[in-house]
């Protein structure tokens, strides 16, 4: 009976080793609600952490103009009222730099949405349900429209150039959506870059999701449904 041992030994060891290289192959996500593939066409658009298992899904969804392409979703569609964090390993320098922020109007698929593209890499981020969105550094609060808020967070990043001009528009955005009431950049600070959100809804659902254009840079879209 013995001479069988190592035989298990090494069955159990090659299937030890395997399930760590799979556990290593996507970004950690936590606060993440267990969600199904989505059937949507649509695709992605923040308070104590979460403890919830990551429930990250894989979508096709709908792309706007210029952003033609699968996106990856990280999120699905969930109200963030706990802090829902996606982590990038990302090897500095050099800083991964916001140089666009876009907005769509997706009424006919169901919802808005908002893409910050980087280029250099992808940083991670967190973003949740609050209730005033607070600027970096100083804490002073951001007045934005609407009537729930989400704050968003990318570290590693920069939204500013080597000689310290702003690479994307400041100040209070107003898109004129249903959903989506205004966002305004919060912070550029210590490698933090920070967005406040200002939503229609009380309790705005949010999907996100990310790709890699073909132009090299990398993309986090945050979508944008009524609850109720």
Request: proline content about 11%; charged content about 15%; glycine content about 10%.
């Amino acid at each position: 009976m013995n001479r069988f041992v190592p035989t298990v030994r090494i069955a159990i060891l090659v299937g030890a080793i395997a399930a760590l290289l799979l556990a290593g192959c996507s970004p950690e996500v936590t606060g993440a609600p267990g969600t199904a593939p989505s059937t949507s066409t649509a695709a992605p658009s923040a308070a104590p952490p979460a403890a919830s298992p990551p429930g990250a899904t894989s979508a096709t969804p709908t792309p706007p103009p210029g952003d033609e392409g699968d996106f990856t979703v990280r999120y699905g569609w969930a109200v963030p009222s706990q802090q829902v964090t996606v982590k990038h390993d990302v090897a500095v320098p050099p800083v991964p730099t916001l140089v666009e922020v876009r907005v769509g109007d997706h009424t006919a698929d169901g919802f808005e949405r908002v893409t910050f593209a980087f280029r250099g890499a992808l940083p991670g981020y967190h973003f949740q349900l609050v209730r005033q969105v607070t600027q970096d550094g100083s804490g002073d609060p951001v007045r934005l429209p609407g009537n729930s808020f989400v704050q968003i967070v990318f570290n590693p990043a920069y939204a500013h150039d080597d000689a310290g001009h702003a690479t994307v528009p400041v100040g209070l955005q107003r898109p004129g959506f249903r959903q989506l009431s205004g966002y305004q950049l919060a912070g550029d600070y210590e490698g933090y870059v920070t967005y406040g959100f200002g939503f229609s809804s009380s309790q705005p659902q949010i999907r996100v999701g990310e790709r890699t254009r073909p132009d090299g840079t990398f993309v986090v879209a945050f979508d944008v449904r009524s609850a109720r």
